[in-house]
T-cell receptor, first 111, second 114 residues
Framework: GQQVMQIPQYQHVQEGEDFTTYCNSS?????IQWYKQRPGGHPVFLIQ?????EVKKQKRLTFQFGEAKKNSSLHITATQTTDVGTYFC???????????FGGGTRVLVKP | DAGVIQSPRHEVTEMGQEVTLRCKPI?????LFWYRQTMMRGLELLIY????????DSGMPEDRFSAKMPNASFSTLKIQPSEPRDSAVYFC????????????FGPGTRLTVT
């Protein structure tokens, strides 16, 4: 079956520093979605990547889909306290109908 | 625009009682999903509907759990009888369709079963 690993599970980041979370799949994906969940909140859709090698930016967030469509990354520049939360990468298979959320990366920001 | 609406936001009940969680999806969305989130198990998909029809309920943990969607603007998740291990945050999400459409989550219902 499809295995998707997101690393790291936890990340303590000093405010102002950059960090990256990675999502690696054992099989080729159709698409990948990213969600963010703030502490005590609900998951919020951030972005969807579809094309091989695709790079999309949202202000300080940069999302990338690997050339082989087996991995993805989220890079945050100059981390702020508002970036605190859990970031989920959600893989989508070609014939899939539902989303499967993994454990995500929990980000804590030290002011 | 109103997002996904869930009620109640918090529910505390005693073991053995029936619990009903409610969800109003975003108008115009055809698909609705029920999730459960705990620290131990993360975010789990319980059941989802498309055009008010249940498509996959393989995530429903036991027969004590049931879900209905009588119309496009309302869904319920019922637990009868409730048990302490059902304590979790239950999210409802809706989308324009099935994958790969993005999902919009409601604020969740925090259920505590004592």
């Amino acid at each position: 079956g499809q295995q998707v690993m997101q690393i790291p599970q936890y990340q303590h980041v000093q405010e102002g520093e950059d960090f990256t979370t990675y999502c690696n799949s054992s099989t080729t994906l159709s698409n990948i979605q990213w969600y963010k969940q703030r502490p005590g909140g609900h998951p919020v859709f951030l972005i969807q990547l579809v094309k091989s090698g695709e790079v999309k930016k949202q202000k300080r967030l940069t999302f990338q889909f690997g050339e082989a469509k087996k991995n993805s990354s989220l890079h945050i520049t100059a981390t702020q306290t508002t970036d605190v939360g859990t970031y989920f990468c959600v893989p989508i298979k070609a014939a899939g109908n539902k989303l499967t959320f993994g454990g995500g990366t929990r980000v804590l920001v030290k002011p | 625009d109103a997002g996904v609406i869930q009620s109640p936001r918090h529910e505390v009940t005693e073991m053995g009682q029936e619990v009903t969680l409610r969800c109003k999806p975003i108008s115009g969305h055809n698909s609705l999903f029920w999730y459960r989130q705990t620290m131990m198990r993360g975010l789990e998909l319980l059941i989802y509907f498309n055009n008010n029809v249940p498509i996959d309920d393989s995530g429903m943990p036991e027969d004590r759990f049931s879900a209905k969607m009588p119309n496009a603007s309302f869904s319920t998740l019922k637990i009868q009888p409730s048990e302490p291990r059902d304590s979790a945050v239950y999210f409802c999400a809706s989308s324009l369709g099935l994958v790969p459409y993005e999902q919009y989550f409601g604020p969740g219902t925090r259920l505590t079963v004592t």
